[in-house]
């Protein structure tokens, strides 16, 4: 037979995505007691294969007009220096950055844009400047400094100091005992690896697991129908013979690719591809796709050719706050209804705002917590860190730069 526990706690998050390991730090930072909750491995999904750019808002401002996205994500890049810094908490200092730049090149009005208030500014450089993937080209290259980080290195960093307050568990074997839609009595836990299982008696139950938000809402009793999902189909492009490279190819108002890359332990750099390309691919299969990038590719660096090299496509889904017209939100999304917080942080470099106002919602117990969190779940299974996008590839395409077999 197994043990059971009751134990009343301030905050249930679930979900262990960059929003939810980053509520959860700050939660505990105020001194609440508090358990995080992870059906799969931390970040998997959304966070781990986000491209990791701490996006400034001269993205959003392409077509020289300051929108109301650029206005909101403007001063984020300076706050998450603060934490890189470790000026603030939780401490960034050890996050993995693959880059403190990108470029930007290509036939757009984008630079209007950049005069419009925004506190990270490209700067024109100098054609002896110029990386070597933009070395033969004629036209103006401007830096970007925007910094790209390691999604997967932030799942590490944020995880360590709470790795106690993690329960990994399966999703069948979460159930709630609701006192009316929207108000969660009790949440029955059940341990994955033995009989044991846990009743939590929360104050606040968070909501931030992206996709599975509406699974949550709907086992909550609530209306599912908060929640958008817009699709995106993204390339990877990997070669020992490609060259470090971060940056967007623009074209008018909206980047045509977006290139982060990342060198791997085997020698082989690996180009992540996202922008247009990523948001019309979604309507094409593996071929299509990997031709259109070839050609986008040949486009972007007409000088340049390779031998062989490997591609592979995946799928991603972007949940965020419902828009009606399915559109990319303005900002993040925090909503409390009962004692049930739903929330979703848009863009990766609002995830502190997220937090922030996560924590300015939950409400505090007047009732004495029972057990420390870490006391019953220390022997519960913990989550893991996704696999990046590279690593959990099953099919790889190779690739010339004339033809494809």
Not at 176 to 181: I, N, T
Request: charged share 25%; net charge positive; glycine share 8%.
């Amino acid at each position: 037979m197994g043990t059971h526990t009751r134990v009343r706690v301030d905050a249930v998050i679930f979900g262990g995505g960059v929003s939810g390991l980053w509520t959860c730090n700050t939660l505990i930072s105020r001194g609440l007691n508090v358990i995080l909750v992870e059906t799969q491995a931390l970040g998997q999904d959304q966070t781990i294969t986000c491209q990791g750019i701490l996006h400034g808002g001269v993205k959003y401002s392409l077509a020289g007009k300051l929108t109301k996205a650029a206005i909101n994500i403007k001063e984020m890049p300076g706050i998450w220096k603060e934490h890189i810094q470790g000026q603030r908490f939780p401490d960034l200092s050890n996050l993995d950055i693959r880059s403190d730049y990108c470029y930007l090149w290509g036939k757009s009005v984008w630079l209007l844009g950049s005069l419009l208030g925004l506190s990270i500014r490209p700067g024109k450089i100098q054609t002896n400047e110029y990386p070597e993937m933009l070395s033969n080209y004629k036209g103006d290259v401007y830096k970007l400094p925007e910094q790209i980080i390691s999604p997967k290195s932030l799942l590490e960093v944020l995880s360590k100091p709470v790795r106690k307050y993690l329960v990994k568990t399966h999703a069948d074997q979460i159930k709630f005992k609701l006192y009316q839609p929207g108000q969660i009595a009790e949440i029955e836990l059940k341990n994955p690896n033995n009989q044991n299982s846990a009743t939590i008696i929360p104050n606040s139950v968070i909501f931030t697991a992206g996709g599975g938000n509406s699974i949550l809402r709907k086992k909550a009793g609530m209306n599912e129908e908060k929640q958008q999902q817009r699709p995106l189909r993204m390339v990877l492009v990997k070669s020992k013979e490609l060259p470090a490279f971060n940056g967007h190819y623009v074209e008018g108002t909206l980047p045509t690719v977006t290139i982060t890359s990342n060198k791997l332990n085997d020698g082989n750099t690996v180009w992540m591809l996202g922008g247009k390309l990523a948001e019309n691919g979604t309507k094409w299969t593996d071929e299509k796709m990997i031709q259109e990038t070839l050609r986008i590719l040949k486009k972007v660096f007409p000088q340049t050719s390779f031998d062989l090299f490997e591609m592979t496509v995946f799928n991603v889904d972007r949940a965020e706050a419902d828009t009606r017209h399915c559109k990319k939100p303005d900002d993040v999304f925090v909503e409390k209804e009962g004692n049930v917080i739903t929330a979703w942080p848009t863009k990766l470099v609002l995830a502190p705002r997220l937090a922030e106002r996560i924590a300015d919602t939950v409400q505090l117990s007047n009732q004495e917590n029972t057990n420390d969190a870490n006391d019953w779940s220390q022997n519960w299974e913990k989550p893991v860190i996704a696999m990046e996008p590279w690593e959990s590839a099953d099919k790889w395409y190779t690739v010339s730069w004339g033809k494809q077999g």
